[in-house]
């Protein structure tokens, strides 16, 4: 089974439109996450959730919302889509706890912005 | 600024040719560091996460290693299976943020 999964796989749309990308986990984790790995691969966190509630939000551009219907998704809706959203996202989860946790990350989802 | 810088950026080596990848940082208060090997296509898998200066942890050929200021990640005669992308990450106590490396991509020839 996959412990954390991500749709689509693979998204190109064209400038100006509306996407969203769905994540799940099965971990039973707290924690969700979604980053931006660049074409230089570099990647960089851009939200974290909290049992639904937001406990991390980089520097990112209004058009990305995050939206946590329950602790087990994590969804990103992208407004008004420009050319330099181009990227890989991916979602992970890690579990709440004292100690330092692990994230679990997603397969990603190949955005390309025409 | 805090900082992670990871080196080199790609490394070849020969099958069995032992060697270690640097990760260095600058941030106020390591919650705890963490070493990813990513496989091209695919999300970061994670191999280790050391909490304070002296801990060493081993997995098979690789053994992480973890000073006041940086990371080592040793591989002992590695195996084309070891290539990937490995990426180092320093979670802060500050705020509780995250800080990716840009990786070391490592190639191992047969």
């Known amino acids: 089974d996959t412990a954390v999964s991500q749709t689509p796989k693979y998204l190109v749309t064209q400038m100006g439109n509306d996407k969203s990308i769905k994540c799940e986990q099965n971990l039973g984790h707290d924690t969700m996450y979604w980053y931006k790995q660049d074409s230089k691969k570099f990647l960089k966190i851009m939200f974290s959730y909290n049992n639904k509630e937001l406990i991390i939000n980089e520097t990112v551009p209004n058009r990305f919302s995050p939206k946590s219907p329950d602790k087990a998704h994590l969804n990103l809706h992208i407004n008004s889509l420009e050319l330099g959203d181009s990227a890989v996202y991916f979602c992970?989860?890690?579990?709440?706890?004292?100690?330092?946790?692990?994230?679990?990350f997603g397969p990603g989802t190949r955005l390309l912005v025409l | 600024e805090d900082q992670v810088t990871q080196s080199p950026e790609a490394l070849r080596l020969q099958e069995g040719e032992s060697s270690s990848l640097n990760c260095s940082y600058t941030v106020s208060g390591l919650r705890g560091l963490f070493w990813y090997r990513q496989d091209p296509g695919k999300g970061p898998e994670f191999l280790f996460t050391?909490?304070?200066a002296g801990e060493e942890k081993e997995k098979e050929r690789l053994k992480a290693t973890l000073t006041k200021k940086e990371s080592f990640l040793h591989i002992t005669a590695p195996k084309p299976e070891d290539s990937a992308t490995y990426l180092c990450a320093v979670r802060m106590n500050r705020d509780d943020k995250i800080i990716f490396g840009k990786g070391t991509r490592l190639h191992i020839l047969p």
């Open positions: 992970a989860s890690s579990p709440s706890g004292v100690l330092v946790e692990t994230q679990y």
């Open positions: 050391l909490y304070s």
